[in-house]
């Protein structure tokens, strides 16, 4: 379920805004997303701003990727996993 | 954020390398966004045949119980209801035909994009009662609230919601919960976890499923590289017995998920037990309304008591949804339930299992080369 | 716009067809349920050769030089959406048809159910539109007829056009032509039309840069039908899309249809709007697009000529008819897996879900 679509918030007027993704300008409501500026990539449920993209995340995802393939190819790819994974208590 | 095409072929001889000589390994997503994008990329045809992506109770819409679904027909049809709802419910036939249907006889339903496009509705028309179809998970549950406490705002006395609002987590448990009473278990070896929901509970949420459960949990987005890497990883954890939650989206996803949202649910909603299409039911696993709301529950408005439940006979969406039988297993698929005309839930949303299989897949098409495309590209 | 469409795979899959009491909104939405509705009861009254060829023109007087007769209502909400109004969608429709069946366009009729309080500008509006596109297309109105209904719950204006054009001596574009390893082409990009009305129905409040290609094709076509005479086939993918005229052309011909995801033309904003709205672009309407069947020596003619036409110049090759007689179409994806393609069932809804 939850179709959602990342869009680069443009315009903000108190909690409702406009969001932009290739020329589709979209109302958005972005109550659940406090704080959120003009200038954000905010992702978009029915309406309503849902999440924020981060984009230091989105990097390090790329960046763990690439050191996963990296890692593949020294035949070790469990060693790259543990930037992100949380163990059971 | 299209990788380059081989970061698909890394992933794949990722998840064939750990599922290399193994035994056979059945992952299940429980989103329907998720089977959608599945079955729209063909990716059961590129997944090493020892691998198994099941579709479990994911979509909101196939897993609203009948009786759910009657109520809204009902409160389509009562004298001065316009019914609000999102596409998805409209064409999902209870025991008195579907809000489609309720249209063609004359009954006012309206399709939104969005909940507060229901309360503007109601305050544009203060002579009609708006009803407003909340279904859906977390993802969408806190716009309802929203919408909610809004109508409250703004003083309107002609806004409800029939509300079948459900969380996902419970369901997970309850299958496994079931798998673990049962001979050989559900047999499932791990979840695709809903990147959508996860960023509204966060990553967290899926601990309980590792810990008591033992089933590794992989968050994921949406993009067909995304869920290989997700099954690539599942597949790694599986064979290495190792029970964790990983996010593989954390672009959107945090451990402990979006809390202003969280607090909003908290506010309107609190959890009950409540019915699921072919899985009964299930403990916590409803966002019912909070007493201090309940001026905003239309069956309370209306008084629309829930009819007695009855799925159809020999329909096996309940064990499709649980990952214990295939569409095809079904007597029904395909003959006497189709997209046109579905017997069981999950042939009902374009995003569930059944429907999914119909539309994309309907004998498993075997490995071909591809057609080489001489000339022009766009 | 396709006047009968028929569905063989729904029969293949022996479904039975969904029996109905009443008319729903999606026997109206060109997919699978039209099927049903024109195979329950159209057919079997006024069956004849011509009409259960069901393409998008009936072709008659084969003896006295062939004609091709096509007729259309439209019934679109809004009346004037981004790119185009019911007017043009009433010229480009019935003259895209005629297009396709090979025809040159000879002259177009036109009747007009009004609803009763309609103001005169918008009617004006419309007609101004019609006159623009039928001089875009190279042919007239050359009758009509008008009625008003009482208002009801009407959005105001009702169009229906037939069309009738010329088949020159000896050209026949019928799918049973159709070969393993025939080309399949597309003029440009799709989708545009479907989501531009959908996004103007259903989300007025989302301002896009997405417009409705609707276009007379005539002379794309001309074009194309003078430098490439031996065209297979064609068809216009309107309602259903690229994928409900794909699967019909596999179920036709009888032989597999392959379609390759990556060269389908999509804008990024139909492709977002797409998204956003939980639909395939592949069973989105386009109201200015044609899908070209030709043989495999033909290819590099009909795209050099689709191109040097203002309507074609995005043209591409998206598939191959293979050597398969499973009258099925496939999609080849972007990640290398393989999926099938069928007609949409019925009306095309935004989903959240």
Redesign the interface.
């Known amino acids: 379920m939850c179709l959602a679509v990342p869009a680069l918030l443009v315009e903000l007027n108190g909690e409702e805004g406009l969001a932009d993704l290739h020329g589709n300008r979209l109302p958005v409501n972005t109550q659940l997303v406090p704080g959120a500026r003009p200038g954000d990539w905010l992702l978009i449920h029915a309406g309503f701003a849902i999440g924020r993209l981060d984009e230091e995340e989105a990097r390090e995802t790329f960046a763990v990727l690439a050191e996963l393939q990296a890692a593949q190819r020294a035949a070790a790819p469990e060693q790259a996993d543990s930037a992100r994974q949380e163990a059971p208590p | 954020m299209n990788p380059p095409e081989h970061d698909v072929r890394k992933s794949l001889e990722r998840l064939a390398a750990a599922t290399k000589g193994g035994r056979e390994l059945a992952f299940m997503e429980v989103c329907g966004t998720h089977t959608t994008a599945a079955f729209r990329c063909g990716l059961p045809s590129v997944l090493p045949r020892h691998v198994k992506l099941i579709s479990g109770p994911g979509c909101p819409v196939c897993v609203t119980a009948q009786q759910d679904i009657d109520l809204l027909v009902e409160a389509a049809g009562r004298q001065g209801v316009t019914l609000c709802t999102y596409g998805d419910m409209i064409r999902v036939p209870g025991r008195r035909g579907s809000l489609q249907e309720a249209r063609g006889r004359g009954a006012r339903v309206h399709v939104v994009y969005s909940a507060m496009d229901a309360v503007a509705l109601a305050q544009a028309h203060v002579d009609r009662q708006v009803v407003f179809a909340a279904v859906g998970f977390e993802t969408t549950a806190p716009a309802t609230a929203a919408a909610v406490q809004a109508a409250r705002r703004r003083g309107l006395t002609n806004f409800t919601v029939l509300n079948s609002h459900k969380r996902i987590v419970p369901a997970m448990q309850a299958l496994l919960e079931r798998g673990a009473k049962m001979k050989d278990g559900l047999g499932i070896d791990g979840f695709v976890c809903p990147g959508h929901v996860s960023v509204i509970i966060g990553a967290r949420a899926y601990l309980p499923l590792a810990r008591d459960y033992a089933a590794p949990c992989v968050i994921s987005g949406f993009e067909p590289w995304q869920m290989i890497s997700a099954l690539a990883r599942l597949a790694e954890l599986a064979q290495s017995g190792r029970a964790e939650v990983i996010n593989e989206y954390p672009e959107v996803v945090s451990p402990d998920g979006n809390r202003a949202a969280q607090k909003l649910l908290d506010e309107v909603f609190q959890p009950a037990e409540t019915r699921w299409r072919g899985l009964g039911l299930i403990a916590q696993s409803a966002w019912v309304l909070r007493p201090a709301w309940r001026e905003f529950d239309a069956q309370v408005r209306f008084g629309l008591t829930p009819p007695e439940d009855c799925e159809p006979k020999a329909c096996l969406c309940g064990k499709v949804i649980s990952g214990l039988a295939l569409p095809t297993d079904c007597s029904l698929f395909g003959r006497s339930c189709t997209p046109l005309q579905p017997v069981g839930p999950c042939m009902v949303s374009s995003e569930g299992t059944c429907a999914a299989w119909f539309k994309y897949s309907w004998r498993q098409a075997p490995h071909r080369p591809l057609p080489i495309l001489a000339g022009a590209s766009p | 716009m396709t006047t009968f469409t028929t569905d063989t795979p729904l029969r293949r ?7 109905f009491n ?5 026997h109206g939405g060109g997919g ?2 039209t099927d ?1 509705l024109l195979n329950s009861t159209v057919l079997p009254r006024l069956d004849n050769t011509i009409l259960s060829d069901l393409l998008d023109a009936g072709v008659i007087g084969q003896r006295i030089g062939a004609l091709a007769l096509t007729i259309d209502s439209y019934v679109v909400e809004p009346l004037f959406f981004p790119g185009g109004d019911i007017g043009r969608l009433a010229i480009c429709g019935t003259v895209n048809d005629l297009a396709v069946s090979g025809a040159r366009p000879l002259g177009v009729a036109l009747a007009m159910i009004l609803c009763e309080g309609l103001p005169r500008a918008v009617l004006e509006r419309v007609l101004d539109s019609i006159r623009a596109a039928a001089a875009e297309a190279e042919v007239h109105v050359v009758t009509g007829d008008t009625k008003v209904i009482e208002r009801g719950d009407a959005a105001g204006i009702y169009l229906t056009t037939a069309g009738v054009g010329r088949i020159p001596p000896g050209r026949r574009l019928h799918p049973e032509h159709v070969q393993p390893g025939d ?1 399949l082409i597309v003029n440009g ?1 799709i989708g545009e039309h479907g989501l531009a009305v959908m ?1 103007a129905r ?2 007025p ?6 417009r409705s290609d609707a276009a007379p094709l005539a002379g794309l076509v001309g074009l194309l039908l003078r430098r490439v005479p031996e065209v297979v086939f064609m068809r216009d993918p309107t309602r259903g899309g690229l994928a409900g005229v794909a699967a019909d052309l596999a179920a036709r011909c009888g032989w597999h249809v ?1 379609l ?1 995801e ?4 999509i ?3 139909a ?3 797409a ?2 709205l ?1 639909l ?1 672009p592949l069973d989105i309407a386009n109201e200015g697009k044609v899908l070209v069947v030709v043989r495999p020596r033909d ?2 003619a009909a ?1 050099e000529a689709l191109r040097a036409h203002p309507l074609g110049r ?4 998206i ?2 008819v ?1 050597d398969n007689r499973d009258g099925r179409c ?11 393609v ?1 007609k949409p ?2 009306e095309q ?5």
């Not at chain 3, 899959?13 to 029996?19: K, L, N, T």
């Not at chain 3, 009443?22 to 999606?26: D, G, T």
């Open positions: 899959a022996h479904v039975e067809p969904a029996a009443q008319i729903a909104l999606a699978q349920l049903v080309v990009p996004l259903e989300m409040e989302v301002k896009s840069v997405l392959a390759e990556s060269h389908i033309p804008r990024p904003e492709r977002h709007a998204e956003m939980g395939d290819e590099a795209l995005a043209a591409c090759v598939g191959r293979e496939e999609l080849y994806t972007t990640i290398g897996g393989r999926r099938i069928q069932y019925g809804l935004p989903r959240i879900c």
